[in-house]
């Protein structure tokens, strides 16, 4: 009987669930900062703090209040204390608890209740730039366009990663809404009123005083050359918006610092962005001496078939990048294709060998984010330490990669547009190379070799004109040296030249 009696409260006791966290907030950014460092010394750090943090059995009301923990240094507090206001911004709180406002003259008096105030994103903060776009736009917008044209209204860098805190933000309050798949975005009655109100106070506001006008702006030109020294600059990785929704992107998300942006040559690249710039301008970027252009197998299939391969090979030549880089990616097992496999893999090896370009294979997008990651931490390893600056003249008129060690030139960003766009205005040379792909068995290395012979047509025919002999005109061009190699152009595709530059009426 006494052991029934001693068993039977036993059987009454209920068991206890997990303890809720009594920092939840802490708990989560602090995972979300330990996933981004994977790969990194700093993932121990997080992972370290977390574990303190849940042990500790108290309410943190700032990231000061954490130095008592363990594993807690100061630029960790630092940094959960920005984080702490910025989420108070976004929910429309005051930026200090009211916890901390108490007087010391009552320290257990209640904060007094204030009305909730109304939501307004702080100025060039993500929030406010994604509702501005989303006014003006006539349509919804997905999430990489969206971002494309918000950025111009945000300081900080919109990124894959990045602007998933505002969307979230403006979606629980109800001023965002997400439809379709892909999904796109647009404003709910609630955020066209807010937006609208934004868009007028941007409008209305009243023009600076005296006292308040910003400096004036540098001259033209005198920002052409600058200089980033090492720690004033950080290195991202950057997509074309074409390849937001591809898979290679969505694999790299999360672990390399991705931006989405408009690219006039390429699929990737690596750009070198100011981290700090001066109030009222953006950052400046210099672009890192590698381009990336990715296709599968069905991309180099149809860009073979209606002549694109040759012309992008051209572009991506002459783009004023040093080190271009093709990644062809295998099939799949069963992928259709509309030429045979052993034409694309002969593709790949003129391409490697004809036009000097460096040709990596890879099984699949798996292995070309692989490839990608990689490669920016080499990128990051051979450029952090330098002194980057930025070339003010033709992207031709470069020299050869400067030694480690050394400052190193690059060309802007903005440079690009000019160096390797497809619709930026068409000069006689660039009609002429036009041409001169058309022609079958003539590469962008062969065109470029010509072109540097004779820049336009009428040079070409006045050289064809001043030969008596139609064998002189046909072994014109045979001679001209071509390629990495310094290979002869060669009497077939001289010949067919001279037929087609040469020959008075319509060809026979």
């Known amino acids: 009987m006494a052991e029934a009696a001693a068993a039977a409260p036993r059987r009454h006791r209920r068991r206890r669930g997990p303890r809720a966290s009594p920092n939840p907030l802490f708990t989560r950014w602090l995972r979300e900062w330990r996933d981004e460092a994977t790969g990194t010394r700093a993932k121990g750090v997080y992972e370290r703090a977390l574990r303190s943090l849940a042990r500790y059995p108290l309410r943190l009301r700032s990231g000061k209040a954490a130095a008592i923990l363990k594993n807690f240094g100061p630029a960790l507090c630092r940094r959960l204390d920005l984080r702490l206001r910025q989420h108070r911004a976004e929910q429309g709180h005051a930026p200090t608890p009211p916890a901390e406002r108490r007087s010391p003259e009552s320290p257990l008096a ?18 406010r730039a994604l509702l501005l776009t989303l006014h003006k736009s006539s349509e919804p917008l997905p999430e990489a366009e969206l971002l494309r044209q918000a950025q111009p209204l945000c300081d900080r860098p919109l990124t894959l990663g990045a602007p998933k805190g505002a969307l979230g933000t403006l979606l629980r309050r109800d001023l965002l809404q997400r439809n379709g798949r892909p999904p796109r975005y647009s404003l709910t009655p609630r955020g066209h009123i807010l937006a609208q109100r934004l868009a007028a106070s941007a409008s209305e506001a009243p023009p600076p005083s005296e006292d308040h006008l910003p400096p004036p702006s540098p001259p033209p030109g005198s920002d052409i050359e600058f200089e980033l020294k090492p720690g004033e600059f950080d290195i991202i990785l950057c997509a074309d918006v074409t390849e937001a929704n591809g898979p290679v992107p969505s694999l790299l998300r999360g672990r390399v610092p991705l931006s989405l942006r408009r690219l006039h040559v390429g699929d990737f690249l690596w750009v070198a962005r100011e981290r700090a710039p001066p109030t009222g301008r953006p950052p400046r970027e210099l672009v890192l001496d590698v381009v990336v252009e990715r296709k599968s197998a069905s991309d180099l299939a ?7 391969y040759r012309e992008q090979k051209f572009r991506l030549g002459r783009c004023g990048l040093r080190q271009p880089i ?12 509309s030429l045979p496999l052993p034409t694309l893999r002969q593709a790949a090896v003129s391409t490697q060998v004809v036009d000097g370009f460096f040709v990596k294979r890879t099984g699949g997008p798996q292995e070309s984010a692989t490839f990608l990651r990689v490669l920016g931490e080499q990128l990051q390893q051979r450029y952090g330490g330098r002194v980057l600056r930025a070339w003010g003249g033709d992207v031709t008129g470069r020299g050869p990669p400067e030694p480690p060690g050394t400052p190193c030139s690059l060309l802007r960003f903005q ?8 619709n930026q205005p068409q000069t006689v040379g660039d009609v ?19 072109l540097q012979r004779f820049p336009t047509p009428a040079s070409l025919m ?12 046909e072994a014109l061009l045979s001679t ?10 060669g009497p077939s595709l001289s010949r067919s030249l001279a037929q087609l530059y040469s020959t008075p009426g319509p060809l026979p």
């Open 462 to 473: 006045a050289a064809y004109s001043a030969c008596p002999e139609p064998l002189q005109r």
């Open 432 to 450: 002429f190379a036009r041409q001169l792909l058309q022609l079958g068995g003539l590469s962008g290395g062969r065109a470029a070799a010509i």
């Open 415 to 422: 440079g690009l547009r000019a160096a390797g766009g497809k």
């Open 326 to 337: 093709y990644l062809l990616e295998e099939p799949e097992k069963g992928e259709p294709l």
């Open 480 to 489: 001209i040296p071509c390629g990495p190699l310094q290979r002869n152009l």
């Open 110 to 127: 209640p904060p007094t209740r204030c009305p909730p105030r109304e939501y307004r994103p702080l100025p060039r903060s993500g929030a």
């Open 302 to 308: 149809s860009s073979l078939s209606d002549g694109r």
